[in-house]
């Protein structure tokens, strides 16, 4: 164990790696879905020095068993409901592998010309299956790129976006702080971040209104706002549309808002994280609308909901010059022949980081694995899933159904009658961390703009684990707990 691993010795465990992973994933439902450890109770267990002596790989296997697992949270348990899914999947997990075995480098095409056209490949590829635009693809003026996060495309987006809006200046001389970006409060926290990073300052993020009762954007009330700052000499850099928001996967009216845009000649980004990967199904195609008329830049998460394991965004661009003029620099130590014939893409100048890893791998073996069909069916099952826990919620007097449901995520709240909005947002929250203490579910929550804000339980239905008798289970264990809250805090029990 002094030296370098061989390739028997690999192999020997690799195999066994590959076994654990495989009766971990055989398994996962004996695992509470919530890790239950305290702060810090997974670090006093691991020692406080690193080793001088080299160790025997099965003692670091032996030590994710002991140590590690108990402090793990079962994002692939098939009742984890929180936040979104972060989908695994064998072909996603198998082809993260051959990218670490390789170890490549792709910032740009010569560190490897397969990592970079593979890449070129699957986006185009995941364009089509999307239904998204010709322009999106690399043939055309734009093209679609691997980010780590969907955090990452938006940051990316909003320099792209800087570039067109102060020609040459945002690069080259900073920005003076006239610029501003347009979200609502729906938007992602990522856009925010996004303005701080570039320098623009979360003083110049504009709030637009949301409609109150689908916390979709209000076009009209973008109009106002592009107009006024304009009139007062500030300069509108970008719009954020999102097509399903975190909070309740809220549509916003892109053709509309798109029109808004041009009209204004701001840059358009569509951020389509968690739901973008549903348009591999026709029946909900309808969520690319507008996107081919109006949107510089469209991001969506395969690491999501598309069974690909994080980390893969894809970002795609309607005009990659922008992009690219702001974020290409070429120093001495990266120039080749190939990145000065202009023949191929380095997306180094893609990114914020110069390396990058080998994420097209994953997605490939992915699409290649499921094909369209069993891409759809994936979606498929999770919105038929949803669907019928809506139904089951929205029969239940109860229990109170937001609307629009959609996609896979159903929120709702328990209803508590004669207590107090506040104590009643306080019984929810009490239902949740019973529900979440029990090991067998794991759900989230949110706050929405009802008046003022109201807490939501969130119910997030798209592991590929997850079948319907885990959803019913799930059900079942939130009537249950609901009354058990209820009769702890004196409300009578309405439920069916
Ligand atoms: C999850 C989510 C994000 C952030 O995704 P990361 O890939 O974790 O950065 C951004 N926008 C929306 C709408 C999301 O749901």
Redesign the pocket.
Known sequence: MTGHMTPEEFRAHGHRAVDWIADYLAGIESHPVRSRVRPGEVRSALPEHPPERGEPFDAVLADLDRVLLPGVTHWQHPSFFAY?PANASGPGILGDLLSAGLGVQGMVWATSPACTELETVVVDWLAELLGLPKAFRTDAAGGGVIQD????A?LVALIAALRRAGGGVVADRGIAGHYRLYVSSQT?S?LEKAARVTGIGAANVRLVDVDPDTLAMDSAHLRRLLAEDRAAGAVPAMVCA?V???STAAVDPVPEIGAVCREHGVWLHV?A??AGVAAVCPELRWIDDGVAEYADSYAT?P??WLLTNFDC?VLWLADRAPMIDALSILPEYLRNPATTSGEVIDYRDWQVPLGRRFRALKLWAVLRWYGAEGLRAHIRTGVALAAELAELVAADPAFELWRPQRFGLVCFRPLWPGLPDAEADAATMALLEWLNDSGDLYLSHTKVPVGHERVLLRMAIGAPATERRHVLAAWERIRAGYALTARERGVPVRSR
Do not use: E, L, V
């Open positions: 979104f996060s969907a955090s990452s938006s992602h990522s999102t399903g928001t975190t951020d994280a968690y998460n690491h999501k965004t």
